[in-house]
């Protein structure tokens, strides 16, 4: 999808009208007697204080005898506030767990170079989130690309000089450090098992807006975006949660109060159209920047969606099996192999493959080098190719 841009950097609830009450009003009925010229005289009499909208007291009634006063109705007093009462909505709730862990990102990228001189340094702005107690945090790659100074601003206000610990552009992930014990971390969750529809939360700092809090649903999944020549991100959940700039690195949360996704980006000329990378996919990442500082990443080479149910069956495969492959790059693995588009995929040596998402992660957990079996379904009849894993193209 052209056009993508870089975000930096309904409420769950309806209301319902109570139903009207029910039940029939009780009393007596009068009749007169008979019709007497004083009776229709007094009956139009009180049609005509009626109509205009009089009120007569009468010393005594002749209608009814009833010395009794009127019953005195009292307004009902004013409801009492529950205390507590806004931590029972979910949104409420999962944004008072999850808040503390979110955390401003601040950075400051030296000056270049240019025909007329030195440019003065620029300051960025990005969200991130922490992940472990001793001040891990996970954002996007192009949140602290190119900058000489990190700054991180937790919740309660205190701003701590930030580390790289490295990035992946090709997955815009990155690792930043920040020196801290007992910090909020917020839970991860599976984004896997995210389906469409379902409330999502995104957290974040857009604009400058301190922890700014969206809601909306996931639109969609296993998105491909280009969001600038030679970066491809692939099987992004897509939200209509509102994502600013300065969103950039926030996680979007899911209503059990679990990261399920880094907000990454919108398109800039489309409302309600913003993507996250899933979460699952981010702390892979962010496990081998931990451990290496940077990535090399073992490449299959095809893009793939996965297989709608009703197709399934057409081809007599089970509903939630294999992914359909949609292009395959030149020179990759999988050209190597054979490959070609239209072809099914449904498992790498024994892992069934169930959408893009899990053949992304199955194929990112080998190392460059590795061969692997996948089995293929090609016009109706199955069969099995050994590739070898090449290694994925670096992003700029």
Request: aromatic content about 4%; glycine content about 14%; overall charge neutral.
């Amino acid at each position: 999808m052209p056009g993508g841009v870089f975000s930096g950097g309904k409420p769950w609830y309806t209301w319902r009208e109570a139903a009207p009450l029910g039940g029939r009003g009780g009393g007596k009925e009068y009749r007169m007697a008979e019709r007497s010229p004083l009776a229709i005289f007094v009956a139009a009499l009180l049609g005509a204080v009626v109509g205009t909208g009089l009120t007569l007291t009468f010393g005594r009634s002749w209608l009814v005898r009833d010395t009794a006063p009127p019953p005195v109705v009292n307004a009902p007093p004013p409801a009492t506030p529950v205390a507590g009462s806004a931590a029972a909505d979910p949104v409420v709730d999962i944004v008072q767990r999850m808040g503390p862990a979110v955390v401003s990102i601040t950075t400051v990228v030296p000056g270049r170079e240019t025909f007329f001189g030195v440019t003065p340094p620029s300051e960025g702005q990005g969200s991130g989130v922490i992940v472990s107690p001793d001040g891990r945090i996970l954002t996007n790659s192009h949140v602290v690309a190119g900058s000489a100074e990190i700054r991180v601003r937790l919740a309660n206000g205190r701003t701590l000089p930030g580390r790289l610990i490295g990035r992946d552009p090709a997955n815009d992930i990155a690792v930043v450090q920040v020196r801290g014990e007992n910090l909020p971390a917020a839970p991860l969750g599976d984004s896997t098992a995210l389906r469409v529809g379902e409330p999502v939360i995104a957290i974040g700092n857009p604009l400058g807006f301190q922890s700014t809090v969206t809601t909306g649903v996931v639109s969609a999944l296993n998105r491909t975006i280009r969001p600038q020549p030679g970066v491809v991100l692939e099987n992004m959940i897509q939200t209509d949660a509102a994502i600013n700039p300065g969103n950039s690195g926030g996680p979007l949360v899911n209503s059990r109060g679990q990261v399920v996704g880094i907000n990454t980006l919108i398109i800039e000329a489309a409302q309600g159209l913003g993507f996250a990378i899933p979460v699952n996919t981010a702390q892979q990442v962010a496990e081998r920047l931990v451990e290496h500082g940077s990535t090399t990443r073992a490449f299959l080479g095809v893009g793939a969606v996965q297989v709608p149910e009703h197709a399934a069956a057409q081809v007599g495969l089970q509903p939630g099996v294999g992914v359909f492959v949609t292009e395959v790059v030149p020179g990759s693995a999988a050209d190597r192999g054979g490959l070609q588009p239209g072809d099914i995929l449904l498992r790498v040596d024994q892992t069934t493959i169930r959408n893009p998402e899990q053949l992304r992660l199955v194929v990112q957990r080998h190392k460059v080098g590795d061969r692997v079996t996948l089995l293929l379904q090609r016009q109706g009849e199955q069969g099995e190719v050994t590739v070898v894993l090449g290694e994925a193209p670096e992003a700029p």
